[in-house]
């Protein structure tokens, strides 16, 4: 292990149980769901910024995680990409191996996760925070 490396190891051990890293990291995973749905639908910056009535400044600055984001425009954001935002909770610490979770969306249908937990830092399942193509709420339904 590099000097490098162990020093990052021994900063994140010495704040992963603060608020701010997670909080950092959250901005982290959405911002990386962002860029992977636009670019998989072939979304560009300034059409997501017309899509959101904002700047593409604005974008940028999500896809930067320097943005202070709310719930409220995590949703738009997911709703513009036709997508839904999807929030659990899970252990901090896992053992190594496989995990499956089962859970229940708003019209109950039920759907399963998978992640894998690795050694040493055990990071969220990639899938914690992650804007869905699923519909956001049950065709047919009123709000």
Do not use: C
Not at 98 to 113: F, I, K, N, V, Y
Request: charged share 30%; proline share 5%.
């Amino acid at each position: 292990m590099t000097e490098a490396t162990e020093w990052f190891q021994q900063m994140v051990a010495r704040h992963e149980g603060e608020p701010d890293y997670w909080v950092e990291y959250l901005k982290l995973v959405f911002s990386e769901e962002i860029g992977r749905m636009t670019d998989e639908r072939g979304v560009t910056q300034a059409e997501l910024a017309r899509r959101l009535g904002t700047s593409r400044a604005y974008v940028a600055k999500v896809l930067r995680t320097t943005a202070n984001l709310t719930l409220a425009t995590m949703a738009k954001i997911a709703l513009a990409l036709d997508a839904q935002v999807e929030i659990k909770l899970a252990p901090r610490r896992a053992s190594p191996g496989r995990r499956a979770t089962r859970t229940r969306d708003l019209s109950g249908r039920e759907s399963a996760h998978e992640f894998v937990a690795a050694e040493g830092h055990a990071r969220a399942p990639r899938n914690d925070f992650i804007a869905s193509d699923r519909p956001t709420r049950p065709r047919g339904r009123k709000p």
